[in-house]
């Protein structure tokens, strides 16, 4: 039997349970045809594929069809306000900085009524057809690799991406770049998916990495940089975790605390997140008592994942309602506002297609309107 290997610190890989056997979502929702398969290391605990997916297969997932930053604008716009704060609280206002997967541009756009004598680049794939380069501003049409250096001339005083080093194929090309592209004295400030606890990133086949702390100081060792700063968690923003590299001799990575059990134990955490998902759907199944026609509230990522991993469950929704439709995501099911369909809702069970952590307040609000609230987050907890 063939032992796998991580790939940034080639130490064994623990399988991971796969949730189904034909069926995997990209982030943005579009389902694909293959298994979820992930293994966890046991060493510096990274989460990764099991086979590795050739480069071209992954930028074919962000053409011009990605549409994450578009599909819930206010959501994006939402999300950019909280990242910005995050930065200005973090970091010193910096004279040059590029952002590495800008998206829609609002993130950038919010910085720079923050940080008022700073330049701005920004450089995404998929950047949207009406965006415009300003004078503060320039967008960079390109993946971030070896040939956007043409359009990156100058080096940066800070460098930072947000959930996006969890997408390449290469991190240590990744790091590579990036140190090349940062002045002496710069910052590379990474925000990706908390390792710890699981949570539903594992979910998405274009994650192709989850990144402990101590999995991104491995990597970046590689290209002269230093972990000088890590928080494992930003309460703010969810799921997160924030990184800070600088151009350093090589040192211990004590910033990159082991978990508690260790790796091992992680890989656990992992199997048995993995293992709820294989679980949902005849659990939402059981708990609708197979009844032929249900609800769903909520139409954005929740909806989506349930709509990928949970089909037969999919199948009988007939309804997705929120509280504002202009931010559902396109999921092939009509979407309407929850307080004009109470009445008509009393029909159906509902199943809550929102973040677990959230689901026990909003049953309390759907029960005192008279409906049956579908909870999982005794199974799903994050």
Known sequence: MTTLICNICSNPLQLLPVPKTNRAMLSDGRILGVALEKASCLSCGL???????????????????????????????????NYAKTLVNNFHPAKRVLEIGCGSGNLLQEMTSRWHNSFFVGIDPALPNEIISTERTQYVR???????????????????????IEHINSP?????????????????AVICPAAHPPNVELMFYDHLHTFTAGALAVTAMASGLSLVSSIENLPQLGDFQLATFCQAPQRDNTLARPFEGGELALAKLRAAYLNAWGKLEDTLLARTDDSPHIAMFGAGQMAALIRAYAPLVWKKVKL?????????????????????????????????????????KLAERLTQDGLTAIRFDDLILS
């Open 172 to 188: 240590t090309e990744f790091f590579a770049l990036a140190s090349e592209l940062l002045t002496p004295d710069g910052q590379l």
């Open 47 to 81: 989460a990764a594929h099991v086979n590795e997916l050739a480069e071209d297969s992954v930028k074919t997932a962000y053409d011009e069809s990605y549409a994450l930053s578009t599909s819930s604008p206010l959501a994006d716009k939402a999300r950019a306000q």
């Open 142 to 164: 390109a993946f971030f690799d070896a040939s956007a250096k043409g359009g990156l001339s100058k080096k940066f005083d800070l460098i930072f991406s947000i959930n996006v």
């Open 320 to 360: 997705l309602v929120m509280d504002n439709v202009d931010d559902a995501w396109q999921l092939d099911k009509p979407v309407d506002n929850y307080l004009e369909n109470v009445t008509k809702l009393k029909k159906y069970p509902i199943i809550l297609a929102v973040s677990p952590r959230v689901q026990a």
